[in-house]
């Protein structure tokens, strides 16, 4: 059997086949596939590895175990895979990659830089860097970061659909439509990609086709919680409550890790008289959460709802210190909507109106708060409240 002691060119060459859409299996014996992983090996690895082996194959592993989302153990065979080949820049970016997803981004951002210390053409790595930036709302940093690799690899669709969010969090909806429709041309069955398309039209009001591409989305992956979550905002938006409610349950159903739709739950039973049942319900999720969350800003808006938190210190709180503008933006949308919803359920029609008015002046056009805060003052002046 053949040794190959450099293996960015295995790494290469399985990275592009996970990619792919084939599934087809050129010769290598499955069972002996599965020895040289220690795992089930999907039938695109077994192609790329049917002319080439290594022993042991630690980053083929690491990228068989990040494709089914196994991430701390694809960070162990990286780590081995590292001290195989030190200058392996694919290790470095897998690693890094699943060190993103576990929400440890200190140590993903120490492994990206060794990556594209490595190699500076590194698309992957580049790409990696945005999902840092995007989950601390640099979107001016997640779009540098994308056309960088689409650069290095201008048919890379994960890095158009990281692109398109940055660019719909920015308002640039044209461009993000531009952007989504090159990831799903490059890749018609990413999930992720047709859910970020139904956001972005579901934030220009174009519900027909956002509720098409949301059904689309969860057709490629039952388990899309987002893609429920923007389905039950717009059947909100066209006034179908039930289905509403249906979505926003499936959609915490399906990814527990959601807390929104939980939020839009309370909100829709609130208003239709089960504010003491839907504070209860929401209770349970909020007592329920780990001490690590409390520094969350959704914790603080759970916690406002729950009635854990007063009005003024929850202003205050969305008010303070941020650490980018859209980060202040967003906050002070979501928690003037929430506190206008508590001043609707109490009567003060006139101080909701006024919160309504400051959420709607934060300009977050792709926030549902900033949707359902337009309706309700729609409302409020349709029926001469104000």
């Given at each position: 059997?053949?040794?190959?002691r ?28 599965a020895i040289?992983?220690q ?13 080439y ?6 980053l ?6 990040t ?9 162990a065979?990286?780590?081995k895979?590292?001290?195989?080949d030190?200058?392996?820049a694919?290790a470095?970016s ?11 981004y ?7 830089a ?24 640099d979107y001016?940093?997640?779009i ?7 650069d290095?690899?201008?048919?890379f669709g994960g890095a158009?659909d990281n ?12 461009g993000a439509?531009v952007?989504?429709?090159r990831?799903i041309a ?5 999930a ?20 098409a ?7 490629l992956?039952?388990k899309?919680g987002?893609?429920y979550?923007?389905?039950?905002d ?8 039930p289905a ?7 959609a915490?159903?399906?990814d527990?890790?959601l ?20 504070t ?10 780990s001490?690590d969350?409390?520094?969350e ?8 709802l729950t009635g ?6 929850f ?5 303070g ?13 979501e ?10 359920l ?8 006024n ?9 977050v ?8 805060a ?8 349709t029926?001469?409240d104000?």
């Open positions: 059997m053949c040794q190959k450099y293996a960015g060119y295995f790494t290469f060459r399985v990275f592009l086949s996970l990619q792919s859409e084939t599934n087809k299996n050129f010769g290598l014996d499955p069972e002996m596939a040289f992983f795992t089930q090996p999907t039938n695109q690895t077994v192609t790329s590895l049917a002319d082996q290594t022993g042991p194959p630690y083929i592993q690491g990228l068989v175990k494709s089914t989302n196994n991430f701390s153990e694809a960070i065979d990286f780590t895979a590292i001290e195989f030190p200058k392996d694919w470095w897998g690693r890094g990659l699943c060190r993103i997803r576990l929400k440890d200190d140590a993903a951002m120490a492994d990206l060794k990556a594209v210390e490595l190699d500076p053409q590194n698309a992957k790595a580049w790409n990696s860097w945005s999902l840092i930036r995007r989950k601390f709302k001016s940093g997640v540098t970061d994308c056309s960088k690799a689409i290095l690899n201008p048919d158009y692109r398109a969010y940055a660019r719909k969090r920015l308002q640039d909806f044209d439509l952007d989504v429709n990831a490059l890749e018609p069955t990413n992720l990609a047709v859910t970020t398309r139904g956001g972005i039209k579901f934030a220009l009001q174009d519900y027909e086709n956002a509720l591409d949301c059904v689309r989305a969860v057709e992956n039952p899309s987002t893609a979550a923007i389905r039950g717009i059947h909100q938006e066209c006034s179908n409550q509403a409610l249906e979505s926003f349950r499936k915490v159903e399906a527990p890790t807390n929104y739709p939980l939020f839009h739950i309370w909100v829709m039973r609130s208003r239709t008289g089960e504010e003491e049942a839907a209860e319900e929401l209770k349970k999720h909020f007592l329920s959460r001490a969350q409390k520094d800003w959704s914790y603080k808006v759970e916690a406002f854990n938190l007063t009005e003024e210190d202003l205050a709180a969305a008010d210190q941020t650490k980018t503008p859209q980060e202040h933006a967003d906050q002070l949308c928690a003037n909507y929430y506190a206008g919803i508590k001043h609707l109490a009567g003060d029609k006139e101080g909701a109106a919160l309504f008015q400051k959420c709607m002046a934060a300009g056009r792709d926030f549902v708060e900033y949707s359902r337009r309706a309700e003052l729609q409302k409020l002046q029926h001469h104000l």
